[in-house]
């Protein structure tokens, strides 16, 4: 739990939904880094992936609109399986973009930042 420090008094109360924020936040990431680091995922295919292009029975991925516009589909190692279920369990997420901004689909540039 967060607990927000009020400079003169000391704590003054404790944010639940800032550690939702901040657990969301660091399963994004972590979901982001393993894409691209055990799939080869560029920045552009992380923001295109959808809950529809994962065949977690299959443990595969379908990379669309990929390096040179077409669509590939890549196997799926545990590791990245167990980080994107843990990640779209806790958020909810059942079908649409899996990585999403403060408006709408994530950006290439937000993908850098993590």
């Not at 295109?48 to 443990?59: K, P, S, T, Y």
């Not at 290439?108 to 993590?114: E, G, N, T």
Request: with cysteine.
């Amino acid at each position: 739990m967060v607990t927000v420090h009020d400079k003169d008094n000391g704590p003054a109360r404790t944010h639940r939904h800032h550690d939702r924020r901040l657990r969301s936040a660091q399963l994004k990431d972590r979901c982001e880094i393993q894409l691209m680091l055990f799939n080869g995922f560029r920045a552009g295919d992380v923001v295109n992936l959808q809950v529809e292009h994962i065949d977690f029975d299959g443990m595969e991925l379908r990379c669309t609109r990929g390096k040179g516009g077409r669509d590939d589909v890549l196997p799926m190692g545990e590791t990245v399986a167990t980080s994107l279920t843990d990640y779209l369990e806790y958020n909810g997420i059942t079908s649409g973009y899996i990585f999403t901004g403060p408006k709408g689909r994530m950006t290439i540039q937000a993908v850098w930042k993590a």
